[in-house]
Structure formats: structure tokens, C-alpha cells
């Protein structure tokens, strides 16, 4: 079964609990209303044609039962946790269902005993060890009690009862193949898909893990270069009133140049706090997408004069939402490398669909590789060598925070487009937005 943390973390990443209790669930269901048909049939077959006194009051009131007990299990298969004692105790139903058709019709002399293994394999592979070998215990005792107490079946003298017991152990071999290769195969799969959503989350957790480190370092060398920052903005603010600087217009124009890249530091540092949870008493800020990003795209362009920027936005609303600085960082991560790869020009086009803000960064490099595609978003993977490629690895992280998603694909006509999709539900300042 899966431990608890990790529960938790699917309950967090996917919106919910595991589901593989439920689709196991619905694969016994469907092979319960298999069970119930084969009955019926075999009951009406035996009991007419076949002239075979049956009980058929008992028996089809266990075959109504079945169905009964199947149509109160969809509500609980629309829910979303199913535990190994809920499977337990459903194929322990079917164990005891059998067991009173088999003892209604022959007992351990009724060649579909065998359906017993069908239970036991179901058992190895769905529940915990110790429910599996309860299950072995039970359809061994269930055996061994069919062989002393059932009913035996009077056969018309025109049967003969060593080729009767032959051709129903032959259809009950194609029975158990045949489901076991229907079921167990997507049984299997259930599972491999939660090892697969599993080790997705634990991949996720540790990258998690690895931008908290980062969020430290980053925070302890913001706190560290603060204090030089402020001795640096005092010092250039008394050169500026300093006679011997006011007198030459060239060092006055220096030093200003100076305090403005001062100011620029300091507001870097600011950010990188903001980003690691330190905002410094700031509200948050409250602002619409328009006017977000316009921002986004204009302290972009002053840091990035040689590189044009097509930027669209008329397709999104003006809505309200909350401009993250982590977010605005992480689309100037995009655009950073998308310019890198293309200089002659790239594109940023933002639209909203289905209540979600699409940003789509596109350039005219030479696109992604396969492997940096099967690999996006993971840290220190890059064209550029060993040390690079955290800026995507931080954006990737940020917009899957924010519940939403970030995919790269490669452009039919050359070049590269990385997209951003947010939920306007988290971002936004109204439900509907």
C-alpha cells in the first residue's frame, strides 16, 4: 500500500486521492456482472434443455444478490479512495457467492471449482500480503467444505456423467484464461500507472526539496549583500553633495549612472527576498493582466535593447489578478532564453481560454533537441553546458505551483515555442475570472 506522505503529496499534486483502489474496484464489478450472466445462462442451460433438477430458487436468488450488490457498489466506485480491506471484503463476497452455487450444484465434484484459483490470483495481485493469504486460507477451507456438505447432482441417464465432467472442465479452463488475461491485464496496468503517477511525484518532490535549498541560499546572499548596498547608495548620495564632484559635470553624471545601478541591485535583492517568502512588510499586489504584463515585458526590454519583442496581448481580458513577482520572474526566465536562442527577434503572445492565461514565448532559434524536450523543465539541463538551464527549471516550478502547467514543443517552421497556461482560478481576483 502507499505510506502516508506520499499520499499526501498526490492529494496535493493531483487534486485527490489515488484512484487505483476505485478502478480495481470497477474491474471486480464488471467481472462480478460477468459471473451473474454465466450463472443465469448456465442455470437456464443445466436446468432446461439439459434436464438437470436444479434448486433454482436458491440459486437465482444468489445470482440477484450479485446484481444487487453490484449496483450498490457504483456510488462508492465515484468516490475517490478504496482501501485494500473494501477489496477484501468484495472478493470475499464473490468467495462466499460461489461457494453456495458450487454446494447448490455438486460441491468439490462440480468441475468450475477450479474458479476458486481465479479468486486466489485476483487476491496476489490487488491486496496486502496478509488479506492475499487469508484469501488462500478461505478458498482452501471453502474447498474442503464443498467436499462434505453439498447437494449432488442427479443426472438424466441419458448424460454421461465422465464426459459431462471432462467438457465442463475444459470450459471452465477457457473461463479462468480468458479472464484472467481480461483482467489481471488491466489490473496491471492500473498499477503500473500509479507507480508511474508515483514516481512522477516523488521526481517533483525532490525538485520541491531542491528550490527550498535554493530559496535559502538565494535569501541568505540577499540578506548579506543588503547591508554593502545601503553603505554604497550613503557613500555615492554624499559624493554627489561633495564641492569637488559638483564642480565636474562628467563625475556627477557618473555617479548618478552609479546610483542607479546601486538602485537596480537593491531591487534585485528585494525580489529575490519577495521570491523566498521575505517580502519586507510589502502587501501583495494587487494589479490586471493588461497592466502585468506590460510590466513583465517593458523591464524586459530595458535590459534587453538588441533583442526585438513582438508582443500581443489583445486576446486577454483586463482582469484583476495578483502579479506575483515569482511568477513575472518566471516569464522573464522564458524570454532570457528564448533571446539567447534567438537574438534577431522573438515573440510573446498572450490569450485566455477556459478561464485559464495562456502566455506563449516563441523564438527563431534552432529549437529544442529530442532530449531537452523528453527533459524539460528539469534543472541543469541546457544546450549551454553543465551549470545552466535553472531558469526554465524555476519557471517549469513556479507555474506548477500556481496549479498550472508549462510545455515546450519545437515550431513547424523553425524555432521553438515554450507555454505558460495559468489558472485565472488561482491568479485571478474573482472565481470567474
Known amino acids: ?47 432446461g434443455p439439459m434436464r438437470v433438477p436444479l434448486p433454482l430458487v436458491p440459486m437465482l436468488s444468489i445470482v440477484g444478490a ?58 496476489a495481485i490487488l491486496l496486502e500480503a496478509w488479506a492475499a493469504w487469508a484469501v488462500v486460507a478461505i ?51 492500473n498499477l503500473r500507472a500509479r507507480d508511474a503517477r508515483l514516481a512522477d511525484l516523488r521526481q517533483q518532490a525532490a525538485e520541491e526539496d531542491h528550490i527550498v535549498r535554493m530559496g535559502m541560499l538565494a535569501s541568505g546572499a540577499a540578506h548579506e ?77 530595458a535590459t534587453h535593447a538588441g533583442v526585438p519583442l513582438d508582443y500581443r496581448r489583445e486576446a486577454v481580458a483586463d482582469v484583476a489578478i495578483v502579479a506575483d513577482p515569482a511568477l513575472r520572474q518566471a516569464i522573464a526566465n522564458v524570454l532570457d532564453n528564448a533571446g539567447e536562442a534567438s537574438p534577431d527577434g522573438i515573440e510573446l503572445e498572450a490569450s485566455r481560454g477556459d478561464g485559464q492565461l495562456v502566455v506563449a514565448v516563441r523564438d527563431r532559434g534552432p529549437g529544442f ?12 539541463i541546457s544546450t549551454k553546458g553543465s551549470g545552466h538551464g535553472v531558469g526554465l527549471f524555476l519557471a517549469v516550478n513556479v507555474v506548477r505551483k500556481l496549479g498550472g502547467r508549462a510545455e515546450a514543443a519545437n515550431r513547424a517552421d523553425g524555432g521553438a515555442v515554450v507555454t505558460l497556461t495559468l489558472p485565472l482560478s488561482t491568479i485571478g481576483m474573482t472565481g470567474d475570472a
Open 1 to 47: 500500500m502507499i505510506d502516508a506522505p506520499w499520499l499526501s503529496l498526490a492529494r496535493r499534486v493531483t487534486g485527490g486521492p489515488d484512484r487505483t483502489g476505485a478502478r480495481n474496484m470497477r474491474q471486480l464489478v464488471e467481472l462480478r456482472w460477468l459471473a451473474v450472466a454465466g450463472q443465469l445462462v448456465t442455470i437456464l442451460i443445466v436446468g
Open 66 to 123: 450479485q446484481a444487487l450488490v453490484n449496483l450498490a457498489s457504483v456510488p462508492r466506485m465515484r468516490q475517490r479512495t478504496i482501501g485494500n480491506l473494501e477489496l477484501f471484503v468484495a472478493l470475499l463476497f464473490d468467495i462466499v457467492a460461489l461457494t453456495a452455487q458450487l454446494g447448490l450444484s455438486g460441491g468439490a465434484t462440480n468441475p468450475f471449482v477450479s474458479l476458486f484459483l481465479l479468486q486466489v490470483v485476483l487476491a
Open 369 to 380: 533537441a529530442p532530449a531537452l524536450l523528453a527533459d524539460f523543465g528539469k534543472p541543469y
Open 225 to 301: 549583500l543588503g547591508t554593502p548596498l545601503a553603505s554604497l547608495s550613503v557613500a555615492l548620495s554624499d559624493w554627489r553633495r561633495m564641492p569637488v564632484f559638483q564642480r565636474h559635470r562628467d563625475l556627477q553624471a557618473e555617479i548618478a549612472e552609479m546610483q542607479g545601478e546601486v538602485a537596480r541591485c537593491k531591487a534585485i535583492v528585494t525580489g529575490i527576498l519577495q521570491s523566498a517568502g521575505e517580502p519586507r512588510g510589502e502587501a501583495p499586489e494587487v494589479s490586471s493582466a493588461h497592466v502585468f504584463l506590460d510590466r513583465v515585458v517593458a523591464e524586459w526590454r
Open 139 to 189: 478458498t482452501g477451507l471453502c474447498f474442503a467444505l464443498l467436499s462434505v456438505v453439498h447437494r449432488p447432482l442427479r443426472l438424466p441417464p441419458t448424460l454421461d456423467a465422465a464426459s459431462l465432467y471432462i467438457m465442463g472442465a475444459w470450459l471452465c479452463f477457457g473461463l479462468i484464461a480468458t479472464l484472467l488475461m481480461m483482467f489481471v491485464t488491466r489490473i496491471t496496468r
